[in-house]
């Protein structure tokens, strides 16, 4: 089993900056891939970003150059670092984070990142 914990949700204006941060908890030497996807009202949730062990990262194109995800194994946690945000980044934000052996998908609780215009 693995845990995620998000934190760092919340209100910004447009062209403002929100830091997620997710910790990872349990067998966490089962996880393979960290990552952030994000569903909107009446919308299908997607990936925003993800992050290998290795640190390979790749980001949905819409977030491209404006948001980064890193990922610090020693302490189990990954970042998503959002920056000129827009009112259509407005979301709630999960963490996942899949396994090996067996293979499994989990889900943080999600946290709400809401843009005024």
């Known amino acids: 089993q693995v845990q995620l914990v998000e934190s760092g949700g919340g209100l910004v204006q447009a062209g403002g900056s929100l830091r997620l941060s997710c910790a990872a908890s349990g067998s966490i030497w089962r996880i393979r891939t960290m990552g952030w996807f994000r569903q909107a009202p009446g919308k299908e949730r997607e990936l925003v970003a993800r992050v290998t062990s290795d640190s390979t990262s790749d980001y949905a194109g819409s977030v491209k150059g404006r948001f980064t995800i890193s990922r610090d194994n020693a302490k189990n946690t990954v970042i998503l670092q959002m920056n000129s945000l827009k009112p259509e980044d407005t979301a709630v934000y999960y963490c996942?984070?899949?396994?090996?052996?067996?293979?499994?998908?989990?889900w943080g609780q999600g946290t709400q990142v809401t843009v005024s215009s």
């Open positions: 996942n984070a899949d396994t090996f052996n067996p293979p499994y998908l989990y």
